[in-house]
């Protein structure tokens, strides 16, 4: 897990977002991607995650025009 101070700073800038071609399974887990386990994109780190790994969610800075709880990669405990 990252530290506090990580955290904020992955918050406040929109990530590069790895290109779903790029990955057929999951960054976290290795599990293959399918109809049924679909990719998600972490909206603090960009990396695709699997359904399962991508449980969390939080309101990022720097979608402040859009205040919504958005999905993050399990890692990123808020």
């Not at 960054?27 to 990719?39: D, H």
């Not at 399962?52 to 808020?78: F, G, H, I, M, N």
């Amino acid at each position: 897990l990252l530290n506090r101070d990580r955290l904020q700073h992955l918050f406040q800038s929109k990530p590069y977002w790895i290109p779903d071609d790029d990955c057929s399974m999951c960054m976290l887990c290795n599990a293959k991607f399918s109809l049924l386990n679909r990719r998600h994109h972490c909206r603090a780190c960009g990396r695709v995650a699997c359904g399962a790994c991508c449980k969390e969610k939080a309101t990022l800075q720097y979608l402040k025009d859009d205040p919504k709880k958005v999905r993050l990669a399990s890692l990123y405990k808020v």
